[in-house]
């Protein structure tokens, strides 16, 4: 029977550990350690000089202390080297009483007049006192009969002030080690107090970065990162993020479309970035609530902004454009098939009554009965467009003609309205006019005598347009409320939410240097006055004819004027 094989052994792997709260305490301990030995070397480098030097001032000073004995030269002069001599007696006092390890007096030829060891005297030294005996001082660390030493050595003046000899002082470097030894233990536990304080700031250090980062890895970070900007730059919608100064630190690649701004804007703030304006102030939280709809250059959009935990903000941008304008073809859709609803009925009325006529052989009245019919829709469209020059306008209102009379509303052009073929943006005063008029039908249909008057005139480069409606007009308290965004007093449509025609018309104005505002209507009802500055071309001077000279033209060109 066959034995199954063992489990494979598990490695023991050695190295950082993952979670970043584990990576962080361990560097910084590392750190700590590390700046704790390193300041110990640093410290004690220059305390083995300190007391190097130390040593040898005090065995200088000692030696300097024992020349200026005048007992001292004055034996050296007048009795020999002896074991019980007066400078040998005299030399071992002070040993005894400053703890040197020797004295030795000598005089100019190297011999020794004390000594510790009294076998010595008599003897010449072993290293050599020549810049004593020349009249200096010396420091130095040597080596002697007595062992290493820290040594000072002075010159000896009789009362003459002539050098007779020599004064040689040692302090044990036994001594000065120890000294140097005994500092050790109070430094390292210093150095280890040290290290304890900055281990367990190390640890309060790393607790809240485990806290701020969820005890998330290294890893695991650089993952999210990634993720976050893929999902930024991948998704559909802007996002702006603010700090807590205000100032815009991210941009997603939609959000640089969507406000036609770049990287420039970065580190700016949204008044800098974008100039003044409802979007500027949706961003900066001038503006609060939620699908707030604001205009940007040629689109609608519907911003979001929510406050972050560090006093920032994110805002996120979602382009309306096409939605409002599948939202407006929507609209202009169903009542155009509730027209044409209407207009089939009525054309079976008419066709009837066509059948009636020709059936009685009434044939003059019926050629007249389809000359009216034929004559008032021609009448309507050739009044328009004698007025209106623009092509898309003039079918615009021709259109809304139609709708009106079906809704029973007379849609009429006013006497005073003369607009050139020359808009700058013939598509935005559509949009204008289009939701005008259709908020005035709305007002009016199903009123009494329901009647939609529009004027367009063009004063220079500016096009001034006034819609006038015989419906209950705007209340005075409202007349700036109407034009918010959102509101509105009428039901939602099923596509999306209604107050926005209006605060749209101001917004296009606006963007042109122009204005909307609201009054009440000679007569009753609302009338609304917009004005575009610049918003027609310069006309364009008419060419001369061919052989006419230039001052012949420009007259006939006066007298055309």
Do not use: C
């Given at each position: ?21 584990s ?32 040593a ?5 000073a ?21 074991r019980?001599?007066p ?11 400053t ?17 510790p ?20 001082e ?18 000896l ?26 500092a ?26 485990q ?34 100064g ?8 939609e ?19 974008l ?64 027209a ?17 006529l ?43 003609a ?160």
């Amino acid at each position: 029977m066959g034995m199954s094989p063992p489990p494979p052994a598990r490695r023991l792997r050695l190295g950082l550990p993952r979670r970043m709260f584990s990576q962080v305490l361990l560097m910084q301990v590392a750190i700590a350690a590390g700046v704790a030995v390193l300041a110990t070397g640093l410290f004690l480098a220059p305390l083995s000089k300190q007391l190097d030097q130390e040593a040898m001032r005090r065995a200088l000073a000692i030696a300097e202390t024992t020349a200026q004995d005048p007992q001292i030269a004055e034996g050296v002069l007048t009795t020999p080297p002896a074991r019980n001599g007066p400078v040998q007696r005299e030399a071992e006092r002070i040993r005894r009483a400053t703890h040197a390890e020797y004295i030795v007096v000598l005089n100019r030829d190297w011999v020794r007049w004390s000594h510790p060891t009294p076998s010595e005297i008599g003897r010449r030294v072993s290293t050599d006192p020549s810049d004593a005996l020349a009249g200096k001082e010396v420091m130095e660390i040597d080596q002697g009969t007595l062992g290493r030493s820290a040594r000072g050595k002075v010159p000896l003046y009789d009362a003459d002030h002539r050098v007779v000899g020599a004064v040689s002082v040692g302090i044990a470097y036994d001594s000065v080690r120890a000294r140097l030894i005994s500092a050790i233990p109070g430094l390292f536990a210093y150095a280890g107090g040290a290290l304890a304080v900055g281990a367990l700031a190390a640890w309060l250090i790393s607790r809240r970065v485990q806290r701020q980062t969820r005890d998330l890895a290294f890893s695991d970070i650089s993952a999210l990162l990634a993720e976050r900007e893929a999902m930024l730059h991948g998704i559909r919608e802007g996002v702006v993020a603010l700090d807590r100064g205000g100032r815009i630190r991210l941009l997603n690649d939609e959000a640089r479309r969507l406000l036609g701004i770049g990287d420039e804007a970065v580190g700016r703030t949204p008044d800098a970035a974008l100039g003044a304006g409802r979007t500027t102030d949706v961003l900066a939280g001038r503006v609060i609530g939620t699908d707030l709809l604001t205009v940007r250059g040629q689109r609608v959009l519907v911003a979001n902004r929510m406050p972050t935990g560090d006093g920032g903000a994110v805002a996120t941008l979602r382009d309306r454009t096409e939605l409002e304008q599948l939202g407006r073809e929507l609209d202009s859709t169903r009542g155009l098939i509730d027209a044409l609803r209407a207009q089939d009925h009525e054309h079976a009325n008419r066709m009837h009554t066509l059948l009636g006529l020709l059936e009685l052989e009434m044939y003059d009245d019926a050629v007249e009965f389809v000359g009216e019919v034929v004559g008032d829709h021609r009448a309507t469209a050739e009044q328009v467009t004698e007025k209106i020059q623009d092509p898309l306008l003039a079918a615009l209102l021709v259109g809304k003609a139609t709708v009106a009379a079906e809704r029973g509303v007379a849609l009429g052009v006013s006497e005073r309205t003369r607009l050139p073929d020359r808009l700058v943006d013939p598509r935005g005063l559509v949009t204008v006019v289009g939701n005008l008029v259709d908020n005035a039908l709305d007002a009016v249909a199903g009123t009494p005598h329901a009647r939609v008057e529009v004027e367009l005139r063009a004063e220079s480069r500016t096009v001034v347009l006034r819609v006038r409606d015989t419906g209950p007009g705007i209340p005075e308290e409202q007349r700036e409320l109407i034009f918010t965004d959102g509101w509105s007093t009428k039901k939602p449509p099923a596509h999306g939410k209604r107050g926005i025609g209006l605060s749209l018309v101001r917004r296009l104005a606006e963007r042109q240097g122009g204005s909307a505002a609201v009054g009440a209507a000679a007569g009753g009802g609302a009338e609304f006055t917009v004005i575009l500055p610049e918003a027609l071309t310069e006309p364009e001077p008419e060419p001369a004819v061919p052989g006419e000279p230039l001052e012949t033209a420009a007259v006939a060109e006066e007298e055309a004027r």
